[in-house]
C-alpha cells in the first residue's frame, strides 16, 4: 500500500535536546517537504528536497536541519536552537513532472516539550 | 504578509444544502492553485486542484471556481454530507517558485448540521 510514513506520532523534547521526526515514502516522488502547522494557523514551509542529495530552506528553517540521502527518506531534525518546537509537523511528497500535480501528506507527528 | 487569505475561520451548513469555502490570494505570480481537507490530527488530504488557464473544475461534489481577475477562488460541495465536517486549507504555487513551494491559508472549520 503506497503512502507516506511519519514517525512517531507523538514526540516529546527535553530543553537543549535536539530530536528527529522520520517520513519515509513508497511513492517513488522526487521531491519531500517538511511543514509546520501551529493552532490557527496555516501550514508553513520549513525544509524541501527535489532531488537526492538536494535541498532548500523554505519560509521557516531556523533552528532545523534536514538530510536527503535517500530517495524515500527525508528526516527533519528540531534543534535546541528551536525555542518554540511544539506544534504538529507535516511531511509531504510530490512527483514531479511538467504538469502541475498535487503534493500528497502523512499524518503528522505532534511534537510537545517537557 | 499573508499571501493567502481565508476570511472565514469556520462555516455551518446544513446537511444536503451547498457549502461554498472562499479563498483569496494577492501574488499575481500564483498559477496552480489545491484544496485540501483535513481532519484532526491527520495530514491533510488533497481534494481538486486547478490550473490559472482554466475557471472552472469539477470532480464529484467538489467544484472549484477561479477568478483571475478578483484573485479569489472558492471550492463548492453539493450536496454537503457529515463526512464534510472537517478544516479546508486552500493552497497556491507559482511558476516563480518553479512549482515547489505551496501557500496555504489559515483554514475554515466546515461544520455539516444533520
Known amino acids: 500500500d503506497g503512502g507516506i510514513t511519519q514517525s512517531p506520532k507523538y514526540l516529546f523534547r527535553k530543553e537543549g535536546q535536539n530530536v528527529t521526526l522520520s517520513c519515509e515514502q513508497n511513492?517513488?516522488?522526487?521531491?519531500m517537504y517538511w511543514y509546520r502547522q501551529d493552532p490557527g494557523q496555516g501550514l508553513r514551509l520549513i525544509y524541501y528536497?527535489?532531488?537526492?542529495?538536494?535541498?532548500q530552506k523554505g519560509d521557516i528553517a531556523e533552528g532545523y536541519s534536514v538530510s536527503r540521502e535517500k530517495k524515500e527518506s527525508f528526516p527533519l531534525t528540531v534543534t535546541s536552537a528551536q525555542k518554540n518546537p511544539t506544534a504538529f509537523y507535516l511531511c509531504?511528497?510530490?512527483?514531479?513532472?511538467?504538469?502541475?500535480?498535487?503534493?500528497?501528506f502523512g499524518d503528522g507527528t505532534r511534537l510537545s516539550i517537557l | 504578509d499573508q499571501q493567502v487569505k481565508q476570511n472565514s475561520p469556520s462555516l455551518s451548513v446544513q446537511e444536503g444544502r451547498i457549502s461554498i469555502l472562499n479563498c483569496d490570494y494577492t501574488?499575481?505570480?500564483?498559477?496552480?492553485f489545491l484544496w485540501y481537507k483535513k481532519y484532526p490530527a491527520e495530514g491533510p488530504t488533497f481534494l481538486i486542484s486547478?490550473?490559472?488557464?482554466?475557471d472552472k473544475n469539477e470532480d464529484g461534489r467538489f467544484t472549484v471556481f477561479l477568478n483571475k481577475s478578483a484573485k479569489h477562488l472558492s471550492l463548492h460541495i453539493v450536496p454537503s454530507q457529515p463526512g464534510d465536517s472537517a478544516v479546508y486549507f486552500c493552497a497556491a504555487s507559482g511558476t516563480s517558485g518553479g512549482n515547489e513551494k505551496l501557500t496555504f491559508g489559515t483554514g475554515t472549520r466546515l461544520t455539516i448540521i444533520p
Open positions: 501574488n499575481s505570480m500564483f498559477d496552480y
Open positions: 509531504a511528497s510530490r512527483i514531479r513532472t511538467t504538469s502541475n500535480q498535487p503534493q500528497h
Open positions: 486547478i490550473s490559472s488557464i482554466k
Open positions: 528536497s527535489q532531488i537526492v542529495n538536494d535541498f
Open positions: 511513492l517513488n516522488h522526487d521531491a
